[in-house]
């Protein structure tokens, strides 16, 4: 027999085995085990057992390493209640049971058969109870004869149940921790947005999978420098700092639009949401940013503002177009009264006098008007295409002789290269030559003499159909880069007369033929304009028709 002190000493020994165990964040299972193991060889005569209470709340085994597998099967998923054998009966009241005799005691009566029949006969059960008061399980001591517990074995079965809350209380808050922590980096890996954590002193502490990907940095390279480097511009990141950033101000801003950079010193725009991070006790202690690359929502917005343009510049147009037609009729009309007042007066007044040259000036007056009048019209209205299958030579060969008066006196040449290429072409001809003439008046207009107008034709694969590509080129002084970023719109002129409507009207009228007008290369020593006219899909189809 072990003499007090012995046995108290070899107690704690073993105690401290099971703690040993629990700081070596060794599993419950394997905690348990030692726990049993640990009872068994302090009380040798002693059978050890632990039950856990499950979800369902029915006791399950948790260690065991005596106890017959049969008797384990028949006591498994027990209910407590108050006479459930001293484990159910434990659990069901919440305080210790011992039964010194299981062969005679009442609260056996549903379990006796299965316990004698395992040859036990004594079972003291020490209920494990968590901090909060919930009931965990029970930690239980078997004998193979009626016994009764000395104060020593109560005080060993109590410090057993005791350790067991502890192991059990310990290890749940672990998987709990680790489950909490496996699901927040889950998130954090998932998020989209790049995850940048800092220190007070703004330097990165973390970064996440996505902020690599954002940024192209590798989370070693960052750690431990400020978040300047990710700013496209120093100001940014200290007004950041003076507005956001710090401890005072700051709980959580609001999204904010900032130009970032990338390692390979790409930026792009991107927006950030940030929060201060603090303690239990509320003392900040880190700073938290998720930055979104809107690059593609900035594509986004400007093509909705382009659409939105549109939009109005349609409805416009429409207005313009109605008001056109509404006038069309009674403007002309004035016009030729006009026109018929100024053949009168010319039979009646001499030229080179003064009434003569106030009779001139009456006239360009009437021809600017009509000028405008039917730039309005063929810009705003209606296009209702003549098409017929002809040559595009004939067009372009047409306008050039029409400017014989704006050409008089100027030394101007059309160089023509179209030879091996098929210009015959379904088209408005009257419409084209309209296209030409404009593109050959610009060119009079921006180019000093000697003017030189180069128009090649070729014949190329457009969008996978067969096509004609005309360029027209001059020897001017080529497009600014206003110009070609605006030649297109409507009323945008660098003639000191001009209606702004030329060169908007030749492109309503290539869309109308299906057909596309384009500036070509940039070129200091001359414009360049490139007009693609599809071939049709069938060549036999019939080619006079009216379209819109």
């Known amino acids: 027999m072990l003499a007090q002190h012995e046995r108290i000493e070899r107690d704690l020994r073993g105690q401290t085995r099971v703690l040993k165990r629990l700081a070596e964040e060794a599993s419950l299972d394997e905690i348990l085990h030692t726990l049993v193991e640990v009872a068994e060889e302090s009380r ?18 948790g260690a065991s390493l005596r106890l017959p597998d049969e008797y384990i099967k028949a006591v498994d998923g027990v209910i407590p209640a108050p006479d459930m054998g001293s484990c159910g009966t434990a659990a069901y009241l919440k305080r210790r049971v011992v039964v010194e005799d299981i062969a005679t005691d009442p609260l056996w009566k549903m379990a006796r058969n299965a316990a004698l029949k395992a040859s036990l ?30 104060e020593s074995d109560l005080d060993f079965v109590s410090s057993m149940g005791s350790l067991a809350a502890l192991a059990i209380e310990r290890v749940r808050h672990q998987n709990a921790v680790e489950r909490e922590r496996a699901v927040l980096t889950a998130i954090v890996n998932g998020i989209p947005d790049a995850l940048v954590m800092t220190g007070l002193d703004r330097r ?15 989370a070693d390279e960052v750690l431990g420098q400020t978040t300047e480097l990710l700013y496209a511009s ?36 991107g927006e950030i949401v940030g929060a201060v991070i603090r303690d239990e006790q509320g003392s900040p ?4 940013g998720l930055i979104r690359d809107i690059t593609e929502r900035k594509i986004a917005e400007e093509r909705l503002a382009e659409s939105q343009l549109k939009l109005v510049q349609s409805e416009r147009l429409a207005a313009m177009g109605q008001m056109v037609s509404a006038i069309a009729h009674e403007s002309r ?45 063929n810009f705003a209205g209606q296009i209702r295409l003549q098409r017929s299958t002809a040559n595009l030579a004939d067009a372009w060969r047409l306008a050039w002789g029409n400017l014989n008066v704006l050409r008089q006196g100027r030394d101007a040449t059309l160089v023509e290269n179209a030879d091996g290429v098929d210009l015959e072409c379904p088209h408005d001809a009257f419409r084209i030559e309209q296209v030409f003439r404009n593109l050959f008046e610009n060119s009079l207009a921006a180019t000093e003499d000697p003017v030189t107008i180069d128009i090649t034709a070729t014949k190329q694969i457009v969008d996978g159909r067969d096509a004609i590509v005309v360029t027209v080129r001059d020897n001017g002084p080529g497009l600014t880069a206003e110009q070609r970023e605006k030649v297109f719109d409507a009323f945008f002129s660098t003639k000191p007369k001009g209606t702004g409507l030329g060169m908007a009207i030749a492109l309503r009228f290539m869309q109308a033929h299906g057909g596309t007008i384009q500036i070509g290369e940039s070129r200091c020593d001359g414009a360049e304009f490139l007009l693609t006219f599809p071939k049709p899909a069938d060549e036999n189809a019939p080619a006079n028709r009216n379209r819109r």
Not at 48 to 60: A, I, T
Not at 136 to 144: C, E, I, K, V
Not at 241 to 246: Q, T
Request: with cysteine.
């Open 234 to 269: 120093s100001d940014d990141y200290k007004r950041m700092g003076d507005e956001h950033f710090n401890t005072i101000s700051m709980t959580t801003t609001d999204a904010t639009e900032l130009i970032w950079r990338r390692k390979s010193g790409e930026t792009f725009p």
């Open 333 to 377: 009309n004035a016009l030729q009264r006009i026109q018929v007042g100024i053949d009168v007066l010319g039979y009646e007044i001499k030229s080179g006098t003064e009434a003569g040259d106030d009779l001139e000036r009456i006239s360009r007056a009437k021809d600017d008007l009509l000028k405008l009048h039917d730039g309005l019209r």
């Open 44 to 61: 040798p005569e002693m059978i050890g057992s632990v039950l856990l209470l499950d979800s369902d709340g029915r006791l399950r085994n």
């Open 204 to 218: 990165i502490t973390h970064f996440g999978g996505s902020a690599e990907k954002l940024f192209g940095y590798t």
């Open 285 to 288: 202690f880190a700073f938290l």
């Open 121 to 150: 006969r004594a079972c003291w059960s020490e209920p494990i109870i968590s901090t909060t008061g919930d009931v965990l399980g029970t930690f239980a001591m078997y004998y193979r004869e009626p016994r009764k517990p000395s």
